[in-house]
């Protein structure tokens, strides 16, 4: 272990050298050292893709689950061990095509977790299809005369649904990332950061193209307005912001009748509940 930086690991890195993935690596390392995290104090969730493969490169708990299935098992997670600090680091495919579903109920649940998107709008381990982000018209490996379908936009989804944190950063800018999740995993409830992550190898346009169309949320910009969160995500160009978008109301989090009677205590912990316990939640579902 590297004194110095106690999530380094030595497994081999498999993204294509100079991959902006290697960004998030550094800014999700650098937030967890900034949250005076230590590693058995995280747990990273992912499904199947280029970002699904972050954790393996992190000295700490992690889950690989199916494709697409990422969220359910990161909430199952959360739900025996609040005390872990879990994030879910998926690809634009892998959580708004194949578990899009999943996420639109985890903001209607809004558990305490992070979850991180990285969004290059194809399909990169496949070979660059196109993604749900991807734009309409811009040609990919199988839509040889253009996308045709409306691109999702999922973090305005996730304001209109009064998600607690929803911000956007770039892969290239790792210190401005890095603030970013330090924020979200602050935050009570579902924090959603999705990440401009271009695609070196299969993508379209170069990592220049993004930065000169990148554009910082406004300086009197006020986050906790809903109708200004989806004015900068909806309007021209609305996919290059970056910053903090939205922040949300104040919500009750996922499991808290639960805990508010057992607490943060692991579910591990806790043992078998009486069986008198066991017997009247029965009677109460005999009695519907």
């Known amino acids: 272990m590297n004194v110095h930086d106690p999530f380094q ?3 081999e890195i498999q993204w294509c050298p100079g991959c902006p993935n290697f960004g998030i690596l550094t800014a999700l390392k650098r937030a967890f050292v900034d949250l005076q995290l230590e590693p058995h104090q995280v747990c990273l969730v992912s499904g199947i893709g280029q970002a699904a493969k972050l954790p393996h490169y992190l000295r700490c708990n992690f889950f690989n689950g199916l494709h697409g299935r990422a969220i359910p098992v ?39 977790m992070t ?3 990285h ?13 749900p982000t991807t734009p309409v018209g811009e040609v990919r490996s199988l839509q040889v005369h253009g996308v045709e379908m409306t691109p999702l936009n999922m973090p305005a989804v996730a304001v209109l649904h009064d998600g607690a944190f929803v911000a956007r950063g770039f892969a290239a800018d790792p210190d401005h990332l890095k603030d970013l999740l330090v924020e979200a995993v602050r935050c009570p409830g579902l924090s959603l950061v999705e990440v401009i992550q271009p695609c070196i190898t299969w993508g379209p346009h170069p990592v220049s193209w993004y930065k000169e169309r990148l554009r910082p949320v406004p300086t009197d910009h006020d986050p906790t307005n809903r ?31 639960f805990r508010s ?28």
């Open 9 to 11: 690991n030595d497994v």
């Open 115 to 117: 979850v991180v998107v």
């Open 119 to 131: 969004n290059n709008e194809i399909y990169a381990l496949t070979k660059g299809q196109g993604s």
């Open 227 to 257: 109708e200004a969160a989806l004015r900068l995500l909806l309007g021209q160009d609305g996919r290059f912001v970056t910053g903090v978008i939205y922040r949300g109301t104040e919500r009750p989090l996922f499991g808290h009748r």
């Open 261 to 288: 009677a057992v607490g943060n205590e692991p579910l591990g912990r806790l043992g078998f509940p009486e069986n008198d316990v066991v017997r009247s939640l029965l009677d109460k579902f005999r009695a519907h």
């Open 74 to 112: 990161a909430l199952g997670i959360h739900a025996a061990n609040p005390t872990l600090t879990t994030v879910v680091t998926t690809g634009e495919g892998d959580c708004y095509g194949e578990g899009g579903n999943h996420l639109l109920h985890a903001f209607r649940r809004n558990p305490n």
